[in-house]
């Protein structure tokens, strides 16, 4: 592969900073950048120059279609190709892009789920270009990205509550720095950055495994006699045909102006991680999203499937997304920069203790934004945080903030050194702490790492989330400060009020052992193990009261979603159910079937010339015993699915943890007794070490 000019090639197919610039008229161009960088009223008499330019610009390019590009509540991407073909006249194309078309799309909203917001007759919804967030080309087509919301102006998208909390997380930060004297700063942004993990596997067993083409996971498959145990597959040495992968990856990212950065082999054997630098939440939201549509694109080049579902191998570790969350001012200042002396940084304090309320008081809506179907089998694992959600500072901050809640004395933390006892390495300095992997919420020096999130999932409702219960909370604390007249004293109180009342949350240690488990039992945290008990954060009052202050969620919009995802479970699981029994029915039985009548033929006629085998004998047993086992746990899936009521959620998860568990049990079993070669199906040491 080519050398490229990274210089050179970084956002080249992106209508950027840098083409604006070059492409429109000066007045133009800033009040683009003022509606992008300080969140200016949106103003119609640029729409049509801008058209017009982008248009111009992505034909150079090669683009011949438009597309107003959304990520719906559920399921990946959206859109509908244009082509900007508008007539024919005197045999010649009459082109047209203008700024009606630019700024606004129309979509059947009552196609997409709604949670009742639309009924099937009220088809009317409408995509309006975000114009915060660039605009790129992606092979022949223009992308737009747009928010997406029904004729009733409600949300039916992720974008949209993520621009409503950037609002509320400017307005309420703003407020306190001014409260606390900062006069500079204009306005407060929250950055992201997503560390996306994956599998991959060869596309020719992928398509032969019905599971994995429709579920996203396979559902049947025995143990493999190597797994994960030697733990030589995390940093290693990446083979050349995923190697070949990541660089055409990379490449296609960075044209688009996803900063792709970090690359690497994770745990499980097959798994793989691919990081990308911070950005402003609302462009790393769609950067997430280009980066999932691209892992799946790129990868059928290489002959691979990606596989981006939570737990798609039993046995070994499942696949999250890492959400690294912060604040900055328009200036660049990272607000949760600790300093020399945080216990005096009272901007620092005021928005750290603004994170562990807020974590303390929303966890279960913290909880809620990072459940899925996939994400109940991974959680808790090795890989994941369990589902209690607690707070990680480490045991410096931690004495510093009961230092100050106890009116002790407080005291910078000495820095230690890295003493390896060898003199030629470099002498480093330590971190403030020890990174906590097993922490869902941990502070990592100045940011947060939320390492809940399902690697399926989509990060708009989780930085949604984030932000609006840190704005909310950000809110009284402005309350409190801008009557204050010693500031000092009022961060101390806060501080104080914080570590007492929400003092609970904050835990440094083991989150995966049972102590654990029963310590936050006894604190009094929530421990929701389910997407179907998660569900019900939605439509809590406090929650939807809170989404109400901050205005990112209206109350009906609270109440469609929760409606979304319950019905959305529902329908997940009775796919993974049919799945299983159309694998079981036309694969698994027939094969094991038929082997079963060669095992017994073979004795039938070893008796009568007297050379019966034992072992033989005893493998016609147990081949019996475990077909009859797959045959008896098939069928009571099939009754047990055929009475479930398709609103019934609940049911669907008993369904998954009982009769779907049992059978894949047996199929498991009965995979050891059968031939390689006459198991219908790859077997997971073909899919996990394939490549």
């Known amino acids: 592969m080519a050398n490229i000019d990274l210089t050179r090639h970084f956002g080249c197919r992106l209508f950027d900073d840098r083409v604006m610039r070059a492409r429109l008229p000066e007045n133009i161009y800033e009040s683009m950048r003022r509606i992008r960088d300080e969140g200016s009223e949106w103003d119609p008499a640029v729409a049509d120059i801008v058209a017009d330019a982008m248009k111009t610009w992505a034909m ?57 917001l ?48 950037m609002q509320a997380i400017n307005k309420q930060s703003t407020r306190v720095l001014r409260a606390l ?57 990446i083979g050349e045909r995923v190697r070949a992968f990541m660089r055409e990856l990379d ?14 082999n994770e745990v499980a054997p097959g798994q793989y991680e691919l990081a990308s630098v911070f950005s402003g939440s609302n462009v790393a939201c769609d950067h997430n999203q280009i980066m999932m549509e691209l892992m799946r694109k790129v990868a059928v080049r290489h002959g691979l499937a990606c596989i981006l579902h939570e737990k798609p191998f039993a046995g070994i570790n499942g696949s999250g997304k890492h959400n690294n969350w912060s604040l900055s001012t328009d200036g660049g200042r990272n607000i949760f920069k600790p300093g020399k002396d945080p216990a005096n940084n ?49 045991e410096p901050l931690t004495r510093m903030l009961e230092a100050i809640a106890e009116s002790h004395e407080t005291s910078p933390a000495e820095r230690k050194k890295l003493l390896t006892g060898v003199k030629s390495l470099p002498l480093l300095t330590l971190d403030d702490s020890d990174r906590n992997r097993t ?19 989509g990060i708009g409702l989780v930085n949604a989330v984030i932000n609006a219960i840190v704005a909310d909370t950000l809110r009284s604390y402005a309350e409190e400060l801008e009557t204050a007249q010693d500031k000092h004293a009022a961060v101390y109180d806060i501080v104080r009020r914080v570590f007492h009342e929400h003092g609970r949350i904050i835990f440094n240690g083991n989150n995966y052992s049972q102590e654990w488990a029963a310590e936050a039992e006894r604190r009094g945290l929530p421990n929701i193990s389910c997407m179907v008990d998660a569900v019900d954060a939605f439509i809590a009052p406090k929650n939807v009261e809170m989404f109400a202050r901050t205005k990112v969620f209206t109350p009906g919009e609270c109440h469609s979603r929760y409606e979304i995802l319950t019905e959305h479970y529902s329908k997940t699981i009775r796919i993974d159910a049919a799945t ?24 039938y006629y070893n008796m009568g010339s007297g050379m019966t085998s034992n072992a033989s004998v005893r493998l016609q047993s147990r081949l019996v015993a475990a077909t009859d086992a797959v ?8 009754t047990k699915l055929n009475t479930i009521s398709h609103e019934d959620a609940r049911a669907y998860h008993a369904l998954c943890t009982g009769e779907m568990e049992r059978l894949r049990a047996a199929a498991d079993e009965l995979e050891t007794l059968v031939p390689a070669d006459r198991w219908p199906f790859p077997a997971y040491a073909e899919l996990l070490f394939g490549l």
Request: aromatic share 10%.
């Open 251 to 264: 490449e296609e990212l960075w044209a688009l102006g996803v900063p792709a950065k970090t690359e690497h």
């Open 439 to 457: 922490s869902p919420f941990a502070f990592t020096g100045n940011k947060f790492e939320f390492r809940m999130v399902g690697s399926s999932q």
């Open 346 to 394: 009272l901007e620092f304090l005021t928005f750290l203790c603004a994170v562990l309320q807020a974590v303390d008081t929303y966890a279960d809506m913290l909880r809620l934004s990072a459940t899925c179907p996939g994400n109940d089998e991974r959680l808790g694992g090795n890989e994941a945080p369990p589902a209690i959600i607690s707070v990680f500072l480490g």
């Open 580 to 603: 299983m029994l159309e694998m079981v029915d036309r694969g698994i039985l027939p094969s094991a079937v038929e082997f079963l009548g060669k095992v017994a033929r073979s004795n």
């Open 118 to 165: 639309r009924a099937t007759f009220e088809a009317r919804g409408y995509t309006t270009w975000d114009p915060t967030s660039p605009a790129f080309v992606l092979g022949t087509t223009l992308y737009i990205p747009t928010a997406f919301c029904a004729y009733t102006g409600e949300s039916l998208d992720q974008k949209t509550p993520v621009l409503r909390s």
């Open 60 to 116: 150079e390019l090669g683009a011949t279609h438009y597309i107003h590009w959304f990520a719906p509540i559920i399921g990946a991407s959206s859109g509908k190709h244009e082509c900007f073909i508008d007539g024919v006249k005197a045999g010649e194309p009459l082109l047209n892009f203008s700024g009606k078309l630019l700024s606004k799309g129309e979509s059947d909203a009552s196609s997409f789920p709604s949670g009742g």
């Open 181 to 237: 004297g900062d006069t500079e700063t204009s306005s407060v942004h929250s950055t992201v950055g997503a560390e996306q993990e994956y599998f991959l596997v060869d596309k020719a067993l992928f398509e032969q495994r019905l599971d994995l083409k429709v579920c996203g996971r396979t559902l049947l498959g025995a143990k493999p006699p190597k797994g994960q145990e030697l733990e030589d597959h995390y940093y290693g040495s």
């Open 631 to 638: 045959g008896e746990r098939s069928e009571r899936l099939r």
